[in-house]
């Protein structure tokens, strides 16, 4: 299958809602393509045209006045125009040829309108640059919900969260391309060893500053490596390995873990690696849950238990058995937008109230299962109050016999990682 046609297909099932997950249509999609090199432009192609959708349709809309109807012609639209704001190694009229031969397979009729759309597009780029300035003075929030792509409410709902100026730096930091992340399995290798092979096989990377076990590689496919299959590191973003990282005196004291939402396993690795006991992983997802039990035997953890179940439903023969409780639960996921661009236009406000309520049921569940001075991680890869600060008041305000040790908010554009947010919370008694 073509690149192009592969990207504009894909964003149309998404434009339908017809797809029960962003992996899997992505995977699905991927199989169908030949080379690394047609994958890597495909993800580039449809993570683009997400991450610039509002941006992508002012040019388009400028220049066809009554807008773009067939969703199917305007998702070719889409990637064609994406080519010609961002991609400059590839010519205009390469770009206008493959998406005019697209539309013909549809209709002759619609090669034309492609094409006439698209050479207007190229011709008045200066024009329609400078009516979107304009925007900016009459209407700041339209103009950045415009020109950074994104949708209003996320905008209103970071600026309520972290006032303006910080929420655009937020919003823009997360429309960059993040590197490959990931973090070294102590059990098997060390850093500079780690490092040596990297450069053997000429892999650029570079050592996070924050945690020197966690490395971007910054070019290649270091999955389809020996190293990968030898189990020398799992793929995960600083921010979410700064759970254990930060409190790694706690977890080396624990001798029983719980993670209640473990899959596909980051958290529970990092637990694995410094614990003298060991951890329950738990996910209600039968899929992920083979995925993390796969990556157990490749990364070759002895002190991992996996078990399929519901954190929602309350377990009577977890109570008061655990040291720790990990609860990384089940978010928007505003966060990691930049690996995951398709979260800007499939979520609301209703979504961020009933994960909110989700989150408020999960840990009633959670202060059970902990032994009295037990440790509680609340954990989520969201941005935004309602989720985080929010969630963790109304906890203690459920949960007297809990108290809060420390909150802290990773944010993307300071710490150049996932937007996350990490609490702990103690339960009281000795332990
Ligand atoms: C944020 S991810 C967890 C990431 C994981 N902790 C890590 O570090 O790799 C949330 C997980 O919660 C799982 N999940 C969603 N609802 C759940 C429930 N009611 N009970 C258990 N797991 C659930 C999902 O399948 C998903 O794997």
Redesign the pocket.
Known sequence: MNTREAAFLLLFEVEKKKFSGMDSLMEKFHQKLENEKDRALFVELVHGVLRYKNLIDYYINFVAKKGVKDKKILNILRVATYELLFLEKIPEYATVNEACEIANRISPYLKAFVNAILRNIIRNKNQIEESLERIKDVDYKSYISIKLSYPRFLIDYLEESYGLEKALKILEFLNTKPPQSIKINTKKIDLNTLAQELEKKQFKYEINSHNNEIIHVLKGNIKETELYKEGYFYFQDLA?SLVVKLNQEDFKRAKKVI?????????TFNCAEVIDGFVVA????ER?LNILRENILRLGFDNIIVAK????VFNPDFVEKFDIVIA????TGFGAIRKKPDIKWNKSYQDIDNLHELQIR?LDNAASYLKRGGLLFYST?TLGRKENEETVLKFLDKHKDFSLVSQTTIFPDEFKCDGFFISKLRKEGER
């Open positions: 979410s993670d209640l939402c473990a899959a596909p396993g980051g958290k738990c996910d209600v997802n992920k179940s519901d954190a929602e990384d639960l089940p978010c999960i890869c």
